[in-house]
């Protein structure tokens, strides 16, 4: 028997000493502000509580080292401790996503209980053990400076009172509960009767599956059923474009990556699950895999998939080429490489399924004020149920499904296919995740859980440890690029050629649409007259690669904006000025084609970071561009409702009035702050109080839009929003809001006018809007990064505080990518599956940032709102590898670029020149 403190009450434990600390708190006694973001790898810190005076990594530390010890997690840190560290982490804008945050807050407390004054450089420190992937460090280190002067002084860290309109600071929705960990992410979610799904993985990238034994499987203790792929009633082959993707390899078919799923255990524990699945024999013929891009376009290649290894082609091109590269008085040429790298999202892959009861029973979804028989729910709209009723379910009804997947309805629809069901009998309700960027768009574990629940009739969880995920989901392409630019002697730009191979793995998942908006920004944020541009996605037996933050842009800027550089040292040309005068301006054309009809604020961005350049001994400068929406022919929608409801509150809380407002959307939050978007659009409106309204994602509510992702979700909700709130204004002008309980407002926005690829048109519109950004790197004398400048056009900031959060996670991102991040493969494998190895960078490797916002009206966002969440890592790679070259004079063609040994330059003057000429000469 083991004894010990939990948060101020005498606890007992009787099970095994060895087990996690983690597992017991969240497992057996529900406390569920630890995350398990990486166990057992101890590498992110989502798991730290505090054991006596010590901040500790709980999925590391066994029981029996807790033995008579003392614990305490957020849960028990007293209301005024609670309340200072959530407000300031909501005040300061520390918290996105929230899934870091609690293990943050436990550091932050053990710090300040040691040190009440802690610097910078303190609590920078104390976050070692720590990963952010959302904020870029600094604001959560602003967050506890103020609660430790809040706790020093013994005062109260205030929210500041807010209007919520369009351009306050209105704290980010329901942020208090992430910051304490109350939130519940998919994992947080307990059901009554709850089974847990395990995965076999395949063993080789390329392999013959010749039989599988389930046998000992089957006989372990616990285990209730094993699925494989002939169980599967409806199309077992899905993907969100080209639909080749199999939820499992059958017995005769080959495998395509070591990702591939062969069988998936169900039983009464994931430990159990996970044993299970190690019993289960596979015999292969093993194949040679398809590991090189380049070698898989080789006649004589294996073929990936029937039809050969070319996944899709985008050429575009305007102009005579031959005459303006013979025109053209400096030509800079090189080829230039990018790496596959993880998105490192905190919370791993993971989804519940249920049936739906039948006959129809009330939503385990507990409406605030509803009281649900037999049922224990949480009291947001957005969260999920805690425990399930048992009666009324049955086997072949419908499903409901708890997803942190980047579009519920896109899920719906793989979900439906999958089990061979119309889409209404499938429910998909978002469980806001703990970040995505891009890595939760394809489905993983959603349809597994599903299967699993359909067809046993019983709620299935299946989750993913960090190792699994890493080596399940689409990752950032790899790409190589040739590229060639010219100019004249005047520092006008001439022509743009590029070649680009970019590896997409063992399935498309938006393969071929990332080396499309490769093509479609090869030329960057400058005006080329001529263009020539291929750009070739190539099927591998790597991982899969898809969507990741900058989309297949990041690539071609870095690429760009080193050949940029190129010419100005060639001509004698000023790096600002000739970027400059080279910028896209309003009636300039894209590598598309499409004429830039308004809104183009590039040279807005120059502007802003002009001064700074210039007086920086080793600075490198790089712009960027970055669509807002899908576009190229496909429609960018949204609808929403806006429902007036009565609210008569929970128990003990006092009501607002007697009613609410209640926005449905369809996107998915994942820490951007999608939701607190719509509630700002709302209140802008209408003049509401912010407090009044509550905003729910789930596909019951038929506001169908599709994946979050291409920096579309706040222009297009926003538009919606203004839309259903045309009526609802004029309602509000004749009666009063309690007036209205009951009633309904339905609002929509669609862009379907933007131009597929290769269309005969008299114009091009490839996207409907585009952004804009100049960064700049300024090193120190040693090499090392020392500020990052960021000019950023969001056409219209909604919020300054969540636009500098995204802005400065977004450097992070972009920085690690240029710097150290990195997924090597060797022969179809993952070198590590380590998240510490993966090289992303901690609070203590993050320089200076300043973030500058621009604001160029977009003439089709609301309120002139352009998008900013993928164009924030866009140029950093090119800038960072433009100061290098100014720091050593060696130009850089392949990340991650390694900075140099933390030494004195030897070099008297930076290539920029002391008096600012920045390499004119």
């Known amino acids: 028997m083991i004894e010990f403190m939990l948060n101020g009450q005498r606890t007992e434990y009787d099970g095994d000493p060895d087990r996690p600390l983690m597992n017991v708190l969240r497992e057996d006694l529900g406390i569920i502000s630890p995350k398990d973001g990486c166990a057992p790898q101890a590498a992110c810190g989502c798991c730290v509580v505090q054991v006596d005076d010590k901040a500790l990594l709980s999925c590391v530390t066994k029981m029996e080292k807790i033995a008579g010890k003392s614990v305490t997690t957020t849960e028990g840190l007293g209301e005024y401790r609670q309340n200072v560290f959530a407000n300031a982490f909501v005040t300061e804008g520390g918290v996105q996503c929230g899934f870091c945050i609690p293990g943050i807050v436990m550091q932050a407390n053990n710090l300040i209980n040691h040190n009440p004054d802690p610097t910078r450089a303190d609590i920078e420190k104390c976050l070692t053990p720590h990963l952010c992937r959302c904020t870029g460090y600094k604001k959560i280190v602003n967050a506890i400076e103020t609660a430790a002067d809040a706790i020093r002084n013994e005062e109260e860290v205030p929210i500041p009172e807010c209007d919520g309109r369009i351009g306050s600071r209105l704290p980010k929705y329901q942020a208090g509960d992430l910051v304490l960990g109350q939130h519940r992410y998919v994992d947080d979610i307990r059901m009554e009767g709850m089974r847990i799904g395990a995965l076999k993985f395949s063993d080789h990238p ?50 395509r990556y070591v990702g591939d799923v062969l069988a998936l255990v169900v039983a009464d524990s994931d430990a159990i699950a996970r044993e299970a699945v190690e019993l289960i024999e596979i015999d292969y013929e093993i194949l040679e895999a398809v590991t090189d891009m ?123 296919k999958l089990l061979g069901l119309q889409q209404e009998d499938v429910n998909v309700i978002l469980v806001s995740n703990g970040g995505a960027f891009g890595g939760k768009e394809d489905l993983s574990v959603q349809g597994h859980a599903a299967l699993a629940a359909y067809l046993m009739g019983e709620p299935v969880k299946v989750r993913l440890t960090r190792d699994e995920s890493i080596i399940m989901h689409p990752k950032r392409h790899p790409i190589w690029m040739e590229y060639s630019i010219g100019c004249d002697d005047d520092g006008k730009l001439t022509f743009c050629k590029g070649r680009f191979v970019g590896d997409t793995g063992a399935y498309a998942s ?108 080793f600075a490198g400068i790089a712009c960027g561009i970055k669509n807002t929406g899908i576009g190229n022919g496909m429609p960018d929608s949204s609808q929403v409702t806006v429902s007036v409801v009565p609210h008569p509150g929970a128990e003990g809380e006092k009501s607002i009035r007697g009613v609410k407002v209640v926005i449905d959307h369809g996107w998915t939050e994942m820490g951007q702050g999608v939701h607190t978007m719509a509630v700002q659009a709302l209140v802008t409106e209408t003049g509401l109080d912010p407090a009044l309204v509550e905003v729910r994602v789930e596909t019951e509510s038929e506001m169908v839009t599709g994946m979050t992702t291409a920096s579309r979700a706040t222009s297009l909700i926003g538009n919606a929003i203004i839309d259903a709130c045309r009526e609802f204004k004029a309602d509000l002008e004749e009666h009063t809001l309690e007036e209205l309980v009951g009633k309904r407002y339905v609002g929509a926005f669609t862009v379907d006018w933007t131009t597929k690829p290769g269309a005969m048109v008299e114009k091009v519109y490839t996207h409907y809007s585009y952004s804009y950004a100049t960064q700049v790197v300024i090193l120190d004398e040693a090499g090392q990064v020392e500020k990052i400048i960021a000019a950023h056009d969001a056409g219209k900031i909604f919020n300054p505080t969540l636009f500098e959060g995204q802005l400065e996670g977004s450097i992070h991102m972009g920085l690690g990518y240029a710097i150290s991040e990195d997924l090597p493969m060797e022969e179809g494998r993952p070198k590590s599956t380590m998240l510490r190895k993966c090289g992303i960078l901690r609070a203590r490797d993050m320089p200076e940032m300043e973030v500058i916002g621009v604001e160029v009206p977009d003439p089709y966002g609301p309120y002139g709102a352009k998008g900013v969440g993928e164009i924030g890592l866009v140029p950093t790679a090119g800038a960072v590898a433009n100061a290098l070259y100014q720091f050593d004079g060696v130009r850089r063609h392949k990340l991650p670029m390694k900075l140099p040994r933390k030494r004195p330059s030897r070099r008297s003057n930076g290539r920029n020149g002391s008096n600012g000429s920045n390499g004119k000469r």
């Open 206 to 255: 390329r392999a013959v599956v010749k039989s599988m034994d389930l046998s000992a499987a089957l006989a372990h203790a616990g285990v209730t059923r094993i699925f494989t792929a002939e169980d599967v009633p409806g199309d077992r082959h899905i993907g969100l474009i080209k639909q080749d993707w199999p939820l499992m390899i059958g017995v005769g078919e080959t495998t």
């Open 294 to 416: 380049h070698a898989a376009l080789d006649a004589d290649s294996p073929s990936v998939h029937e039809g050969g290894n070319v996944l899709s082609q985008s050429i575009t091109n305007r102009g005579d080429l031959e005459t303006a590269m013979a025109d053209s008085v400096f030509t800079a040429t090189g080829v230039y490489e990018t790496q596959m790298i993880e998105h490192g999202f905190m919370e791993p892959e993971a989804c519940i399924a249920y049936p739906t009861p039948h006959p129809p029973a009330p939503s385990p979804i507990k409406r605030e004020g509803e009281k649900g028989e037999g049922l224990q729910t949480p009291e947001r709209a957005d969260e999920s149920p805690s425990l399930l009723v048992e009666e009324g379910f049955r086997v072949g009804g419908g499903i409901t499904v708890l997803s942190q997947g980047q579009g519920v309805f896109e899920d719906r629809v793989q979900i439906a």
């Open 510 to 617: 938006v393969g071929m649409k990332v080396l499309e908006r490769s093509a479609g920004h090869a030329t960057g944020a400058y005006n080329f007259p001529v263009t020539d541009i291929e750009s070739t996605a190539v099927y591998t037996n790597n991982l899969p690669c898809g969507a990741m933050r900058g989309f297949g842009v990041n690539q071609t800027a870095f690429a760009l904006e080193s050949c940029i550089d190129d010419l100005c040292e060639q001509g004698g040309f000023d790096r600002w000025e000739f970027r400059y005068k080279n910028a896209l301006d309003d009636g300039d054309m894209t590598a598309t084609g499409q004429v830039i009809e308004s809104g183009a604020g590039a040279k807005a961005t120059l502007e802003a970071v002009k001064t700074e350049f210039r007086s920086a001994r």
